[in-house]
């Protein structure tokens, strides 16, 4: 007991003789392991609100949109399937809102809520059979049009007949993703209620959901149930001429990432950081381990003449630094948590992920610290243990500043850098690591400035995008092409298309002609140049293994479409699944009327003030949005590059502070020796400052210059896995990285200083005189 406690206030006493690097120590960590809980819950989906929809409305993994009813009885029957929702009749209709006009499907559900895909009222109730006209909305096409329960509205059918209804109740769902990105908007009406508005079935589809046993089956089983379809309403129509019965299909992970808040890169990013910044944190906990075992050399050999043993001793260095590191996972654990709820609004984060981060965090931590305790346990029980730094031959860089002639001060903190080897190794990588990341933190903020500077190259020439809303198609053309800011004006439409042998859908856009073809940013191949030319993104070519030169053939709307690939872009939307066209190779019924106008425009021109004046011109009767840049979507990250650079900087300047505890540990007798002979108190500090700037210097420099030959493939590869493609990644400027190595250096040597400061103005003992 009386060893225990001896030993518990020597670990007090030590880490109040150190509070500022016992600080730093625990705040890299608890940086670190919030960082990676953060990365985690990202990563894990726990933002997404599919995850929740799903469950809650027991939601079916494929949806198949048909021209006819699908043959459930057979489908149900696929093996994987464990159960079916619909067919559901759906017909199209356009909602007129205070004069606007907005694209929604009627989908016909009985009153009575089915057991699977049955959608979750938020607020009001479901169908009821006594309110013959009262639908239910899907909410975010609710909060788009500003529709309450109880208020009528008005849908136009394709007959030309209006109708009114009444919003009885508002609801979730995890069948489609959020209007306006998933067009059209959601509607659940009675049957009757359908049949009455749109009583002809070649002007509507029906929709059928399959539930599967394993999610991960879902391409397998999705390529199944198209054969199946086709077979079978091929068979039912008894025509020799083949019916394109099948229009789409939708799987849940589509839906997925239509849900998703561009978190995934951020997790990424998040994920990165937090493995290299634990490398960083490892390396700086075992050097400081190190460092105090050299530094309290006579207070191991005094406990060990007082009778502990080498396991006791090992023990309680492992109990002192490994508690820091411990403390530091603790508090990051619940800094992460936090951040999760206040940011990321989610209270959702994977049990065993963060399990997983939090043991491995302090195995890893344990294990740093393990090695330097072992050495520790074995000082010999000498009293009076030796203090005199190793002795060796001169390093070539002290040679060198011998050979040039440098003042006695560098020369003597160049021999003094490098007299202990391996930690001057520890101490050079600690400060190289942080400042790769660091560099390729900032390669990140350069990129999305980029995309700031330079919109064109993520595919967003045109600033404005214009719907006609109350207006007729020709009305808004002629509006937007006779505005004076206008340069250019595309007529556009989005349409989804049917992928073959893929059993899922994809989203075509066709801006502009073949002659007038939209600027789309071509990184690989060329542009389209004539009907039946295509460029597509880099997820869409994985999806259907194509490559440029390769001809593909879809499917829009039962009609074919066959393009040969021509380039590939960088497409930031969708996952890079998008295949992009110009409007004359589509079928006339697909673009005839033009969805959308994408206006670029004139330079100089303020995007706000034409925006405004087209409002004005069209008496609010325009739709027009401004187009949306990455890089606004992503700003978030800005804030997490500041605040790795400063968990990183935190770690740097631990691995600093030991280095300098353990250049003055080495040199305190030399420090004497050297003002005996005379050299002046600046000297000294010089020749201290020295041996722990060129550590410094040597680590910043390279990291630097890894971080800066990697930061562009990183940033490529992100984005090839991702879907959105290579080409995207830039550098930091030259002015970035000098700064940056300047700051870096100029901050450690500042920090090196006051250490130095004090030692050198310390009095020189009589024994040394």
């Known amino acids: 007991m009386s060893t225990l406690r001896a030993g518990s206030r020597w670990i007090r006493a030590d880490l109040l003789a150190r509070r500022g690097q016992a600080t730093l120590t625990v705040l890299a960590v608890a940086g670190i392991v919030a960082a990676l809980i953060a990365a985690v819950t990202l990563l894990e989906d726990g933002t997404n609100p599919w995850r929740s929809l799903f469950a809650q409305t027991d939601g079916a993994h494929v949806w198949l949109y048909t021209k006819d009813p699908a043959p459930v009885d057979q489908l149900r029957h ?25 694209p929604a499907g009627l989908r016909a559900m009985p009153a009575a809520m089915p057991p699977v895909a049955h959608p979750v009222v938020a607020e009001g109730r479901w169908l009821d059979g006594a309110q013959f006209n009262g639908v239910v909305v899907e909410r975010s096409f609710a909060t788009s049009l500003h529709l309450r329960l109880g208020a009528p509205f008005t849908v136009i059918a394709l007959s030309g007949q209006r109708y009114t209804l009444y919003v009885r109740g508002i609801a979730d769902t995890a069948e489609q993703g959020f ?74 992970r589509e839906v997925r990432a239509a849900m998703e808040l561009d978190n995934r890169l951020l997790g990424t990013l998040l994920a990165l950081f937090g493995v290299v910044g634990l ?16 530094g309290q050399l006579h207070d ?42 206040a940011v990321l609004g989610t209270t959702s984060v994977a049990a065993v992920p963060v399990l997983a981060i939090v043991a491995g965090t302090a195995l890893v931590v344990l294990a740093a610290v393990g090695l330097p305790a072992w050495r520790g346990g074995r000082t010999p029980p000498i009293p009076d243990a030796p203090t005199a730094p190793p002795r060796g031959h001169l390093s070539r860089l002290a040679r060198l500043a011998l050979l040039v002639r440098l003042p006695p001060a560098l020369i003597l903190g160049t021999r003094d850098a490098f007299t202990r080897r391996v930690p001057a190794f520890l101490t050079a990588f600690g400060v190289a690591v942080p400042m ?36 007729q198609s020709d009305e808004a053309e002629m509006i937007v092409r006779n505005d004076r800011s206008v340069a250019q004006a595309y007529p556009g439409t989005e349409v989804n298309a049917l992928a073959p042998g893929e059993a899922r859908s994809v989203r075509v856009r066709a801006i502009g002609t073949s002659t007038e073809a939209y600027p789309f940013p071509v990184v690989e191949g060329r542009m389209y140049g004539q009907p039946g030319e295509a460029v597509a993104g880099q997820g869409l070519l994985d999806l259907l293994g194509a490559k440029i030169g390769d001809r593909v053939r879809l499917t829009v709307g039962g009609t074919p479409l066959i393009v040969r690939i021509v380039g590939r872009t960088v497409e930031p939307d ?84 030991t280095a300098s505890a353990l250049g003055l540990r080495d040199h305190a007798f030399d420090l004497a020796v050297l003002k005996a002979m005379g ?17 410094v210097v040597l680590g910043v420099v390279t990291g630097t210059a890894v971080g800066a030959s990697v930061v562009t493939w990183l940033i490529d590869l992100q984005g090839h896995t991702s879907g959105v493609g290579a080409g995207i990644g830039r550098p930091p400027s ?33 024994t040394a005189r």
């Open 78 to 102: 696929i093996d994987g399937v464990t159960d079916t929702a619909g067919p559901y009749r759906s017909a199209p209709v356009t909602v007129v809102q205070n004069g606007k006009k907005d």
């Open 179 to 252: 209007y306006p990105e998933w067009t059209p908007g959601l509607i659940w009406v009675l049957p009757q209620m359908l049949d009455s508005i749109e009583p002809a079935l070649g002007r509507s589809e029906f929709v059928t959901g399959l539930r599967l046993a394993d999610p991960e089956d879902t391409q397998l089983i999705s390529q199944r149930a198209v054969v199946t379809i086709d077979d079978q309403l091929q068979r039912a129509a008894d025509s020799a001429t083949p019916v394109d019965q099948l229009q789409r299909v939708y799987t849940w």
């Open 279 to 294: 490398v960083a944190a490892v390396l700086a906990l075992a050097n400081a381990a190190g460092g105090r075992v050299l």
């Open 300 to 341: 191991l050999a005094t406990l060990k003449s007082m009778g502990f043993t080498a396991v006791q001793i090992a023990l309680l260095l492992v109990v002192e630094h490994g508690a820091l590191g411990l403390l530091g996972i603790v508090i990051g654990a619940l800094a992460g948590w936090a951040a999760t709820v």
């Open 436 to 471: 790769m990341m660091i560099t390729i933190g900032l390669g990140v903020w350069a990129t999305m400035d980029n995309f700031l500077s330079h919109p064109e190259q993520v595919g967003q020439h045109a600033s404005l995008y214009v719907r006609p809303g109350k207006l």
């Open 574 to 657: 969708l996952d890079g699944e998008v295949l992009s066209v110009g409007m004359d190779s589509l079928a006339a019924k697909d673009t005839v009327p033009p969805e959308f106008f994408a206006l670029a425009l004139k330079p100089g021109a303020d995007p706000g003030e034409v925006r405004g004046r087209l409002l004005a011109e069209s008496s609010e009767g325009l739709d027009v949005q401004r187009a949306v840049n990455p890089a606004d979507r992503l700003s978030i990250i800005r804030v997490v590059i500041v605040a790795m650079i400063a968990v990183l900087a935190l770690i740097g300047l631990a691995n600093l502070l």
């Open 679 to 695: 050299l002046t108190p600046r000297q000294v500090m010089a020749t201290l400052v020295t041996g722990t700037g060129l550590l």
């Open 734 to 766: 030259l002015f970035t990285l000098v700064t940056a190595v300047l700051l870096a250096v100029g901050a450690s040597l500042a920090v090196a200083l006051l250490p130095a400061r004090r030692a050198a103005r310390a009095q020189v003992p009589v």
